[in-house]
C-alpha cells in the first residue's frame, strides 16, 4: 500500500491562521524533541507571517527562534513558505536580496522551501528555486488553487509541468482559502500526476468543513503528502487535524510513518496552550467553527474577516454585502488573480473603496496600479480595458520581469542601518520589515547596554 507523508502545520499556519502568529518560542521549545520523534515528513515552522510576528510582536528574532528550533529538531525536515520574489513581504525584491535570504535561510537550518507566487507567475519564482537548489535544499513549487473562469485543469496541468522544468522536486497544491472539493482534488491529482513524476502534496484549510473528505479523495488518486495541524490546533481557518488524519489513513492501509502516541503527546502539550489563548481572546472561536461562506464567495475566511475589519473601522459594516458582491467583480477586472497575500488584500481593499466612495475605481489604490503596470507579474486572465486605460494613462505595462528593473538593495540597507545590524540576517530582516526590525535591533542594543552596564555596576 502507498505511504501517506504527514507535515505538521502547527508552528506555522496553524499559529498564524488561529492566533494571529502569536506564539511565542518559550510556548513550544519543550516539545520540540518529541515532534522531532513523531514521524512527520517536515514541521512547518518558518515563512509566512512568523518572521514579521516575531518582530513586530513578540520581540523575537525569527532567525534565531529558526536556529534553536533546528537545534531541538534534528531528524525532521524543517520547512518554510516563500513568497518567491516578494521573499516574505509585498513587494518583489531585486534577485540579490532573493538569493541572499534564501542562501541564509538554508544555512540557518530551512531543509524544505515551498515556493509560490500569488498569481501562479512563475518567472516571479525561478530565482528563488534556482537558489535553494544550489543550497541543496529540497525545492517544493507550490500552485495556487483558485476557481475562475480562466482556470481549468489544463492550466494546472502546465504549471505543473513548468514547475517540474524548473527542477523542482517536488509540488504542492496550496488551497489556502479551503475551498477545494473532493472531486475536485481527486481530478486534479490524478491529472497531475498523469503528466508529472514529481511527488504530489496538498495543502489545504478546514475552513469550509471540506478539508478532511478532500485529503482523503487527493490520497485515493495518489497524492503523496497532505499537511495537518495537530488537534488541539486544528480545523477552522487552520489544517485538518494530524490525528483524524492518520487514524483514517492507516485505517485505509496507508503507512504515515507516524507514532500515535507520540502524536497524544504533542497534543497534550499543546492543549493547555488553546485554553491559554482563548481566555486570553488571543484564539477567535469564531474562527474554529466552519464557515461555509467561502463557498458562496470564494473567498478565503481570512480575508473575510479582513473586509469585516476595515468595514468596522470605516463604521460602515452595513454594507458588507455589497462589498462582497463587488470583490468577485474587482477580481475579474484584475484578470482573476488567486485570492493569495498580497492580492486578498489588495482586491478586498479596493472593493471596500469602490463600494463606500460611491464610484467604482473613483480612486485605484497605489499596490493595484502597480499590478496594472505588471509590476506583480503576468495576471491569469486580461485586466478590464477601461481600468488598463485609467491606470496607464497611454503608457505600456511591463512585459517582462518586473525584478529586473530592481537595482541592489543589499549593501545600501546595511549603510542605512549604521552598525546596527551585526550580521547577513540583520540587514535582510530590515529589507523585509524596515520600520520594525529598525525598532526591534535598537532595543536589542538598548537591552544588551542595560545588561552590560548592570554588571560594571555589580563588578
Ligand atoms: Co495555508
Redesign the pocket.
Known amino acids: 500500500m502507498n505511504n501517506v507523508h504527514i507535515s505538521e502545520t502547527v508552528l506555522r499556519?496553524a499559529n498564524q491562521?488561529l492566533i494571529a502568529t502569536r506564539m511565542p518560542f518559550s510556548d513550544f521549545e519543550s516539545i520540540l524533541e518529541t515532534m522531532d520523534s513523531v514521524g512527520y515528513h517536515a514541521l512547518e515552522c518558518w515563512g509566512g507571517a512568523t518572521f514579521d510576528a516575531c518582530l513586530r510582536y513578540l520581540n523575537e528574532d525569527p532567525w534565531e527562534r529558526l536556529r534553536r528550533i533546528k537545534q531541538k529538531v534534528k531528524k525532521t525536515p524543517l520547512q518554510m513558505l516563500l513568497r518567491g520574489q516578494n521573499i516574505l513581504g509585498y513587494r518583489h525584491y531585486p534577485d540579490e536580496v532573493v538569493r541572499l535570504f534564501v542562501a541564509r535561510s538554508a544555512a540557518n537550518g530551512i531543509d524544505i522551501f515551498r515556493i509560490f507566487d500569488a498569481l501562479n507567475d512563475f518567472r516571479n519564482i525561478e530565482v528563488a528555486v534556482d537558489e535553494a537548489l544550489k543550497q541543496n535544499a529540497h525545492v517544493q513549487g507550490a500552485i495556487c488553487f483558485t476557481t475562475s473562469p480562466v482556470h481549468n485543469l489544463e492550466n494546472f496541468v502546465q504549471l505543473g509541468k513548468q514547475l517540474e522544468a524548473m527542477g523542482c522536486h517536488s509540488i504542492c497544491i496550496?488551497d489556502?482559502a479551503g475551498i477545494m472539493g473532493p472531486q475536485e482534488a481527486y481530478d486534479l491529482v490524478k491529472a497531475l500526476k498523469a503528466t508529472v513524476e514529481l511527488p504530489l502534496y496538498l495543502?489545504t484549510?478546514a475552513t469550509t468543513g471540506l478539508g478532511p473528505i478532500t485529503y482523503y479523495k487527493a490520497v485515493e488518486a495518489g497524492c503523496d503528502g497532505i499537511d495537518c495541524a495537530i488537534s488541539s490546533f486544528s480545523n477552522g481557518t487552520s489544517q485538518p487535524a494530524t490525528e483524524t488524519l492518520n487514524y483514517a489513513l492507516k485505517q485505509a492501509g496507508y503507512e504515515t510513518g507516524v507514532d500515535d502516541l507520540k502524536l497524544k503527546e504533542v497534543n497534550d502539550h499543546f492543549k493547555p496552550l488553546r485554553n491559554k489563548y482563548i481566555e486570553s481572546n488571543q484564539m477567535n472561536p469564531f474562527v474554529m467553527g466552519v464557515e461555509t461562506d467561502a463557498l458562496v464567495y470564494q473567498i478565503p475566511g481570512g480575508m473575510l474577516s479582513n473586509l469585516i475589519a476595515q468595514l468596522e473601522a470605516q463604521n460602515a459594516l452595513d454594507r458588507l454585502d455589497e462589498v462582497l458582491q463587488e470583490t468577485p467583480r474587482v477580481r475579474q477586472d484584475l484578470g482573476y488573480p488567486p485570492l493569495v497575500t498580497p492580492m486578498s488584500q489588495m482586491v478586498g481593499f479596493q472593493s471596500v473603496m469602490n463600494v463606500l466612495s460611491g464610484e467604482r475605481y473613483q480612486t485605484v489604490a497605489s499596490e493595484i496600479r502597480a499590478y496594472v503596470r505588471g509590476e506583480y507579474g503576468r495576471p491569469p486572465g486580461e485586466i478590464n480595458p477601461e481600468l488598463m486605460e485609467k491606470v496607464l494613462n497611454g503608457e505600456k505595462p511591463i512585459e517582462g520581469r518586473f525584478a529586473e528593473t530592481l537595482k541592489p538593495q543589499f549593501e545600501e540597507a546595511k549603510r542605512a542601518l549604521k552598525g546596527l545590524a551585526r550580521s547577513d540576517e540583520d540587514v535582510l530582516s530590515y529589507l523585509a520589515f524596515p520600520q520594525i526590525a529598525e525598532k526591534f535591533l535598537k532595543e536589542r542594543d538598548e537591552r544588551e547596554s542595560t545588561v552590560v552596564s548592570y554588571t560594571i555596576r555589580e563588578g
Do not use: E, L, P
Open positions: 499556519d491562521s496550496k489556502m495543502h484549510h
